[in-house]
């Protein structure tokens, strides 16, 4: 399975940004896709999370509510569109996929990582 995500750049607060993760080879085995992140200076952490055949499983509290994941069937593509963005929403956003069904919110469970898209939001 092959990841390739997009979408990021720099955005005032209050702004939108929609990423996108396109998965490609073997996707007959993706069990579920998340969103992860990781801001300067922090470690890598839980944002979002989906079932491959549709479905959200759960968010961060930190993003709840501003933040919508879905999933685009005909292209294979996950979305994650982020609204009111806050300075502290400043990462490097990873999609990673899941050939099992194991904890969503944890990093170590995800087999496959795109190479990351970087998001800058301004105060």
């Known amino acids: 399975v092959q990841l390739q995500a997009s979408g990021g750049g720099l955005v005032q607060a209050g702004g939108s940004l929609r990423l996108s993760c396109v998965a490609s080879?073997?996707?007959?085995?993706?069990?579920?896709v998340g969103w992860f992140r990781q801001g300067p200076g922090k470690e890598r952490e839980f944002v979002a999370a989906i079932r491959w055949n549709g479905g959200t499983m759960g968010y961060a509290d930190s993003v709840r509510g501003r933040f919508t994941i879905s999933r685009d069937n005909a292209k294979n593509t996950v979305l994650l569109q982020m609204n009111s963005l806050k300075p502290e929403d400043t990462a490097v956003y990873y999609c990673?996929?899941?050939?099992?069904?194991?904890?969503?919110?944890?990093?170590?469970?995800?087999?496959?990582w795109g190479q990351g898209t970087l998001v800058t939001v301004s105060s």
């Open positions: 080879g073997r996707t007959f085995g993706i069990e579920r």
């Open positions: 990673a996929a899941d050939p099992y069904d194991r904890q969503y919110y944890r990093d170590y469970h995800y087999d496959y």
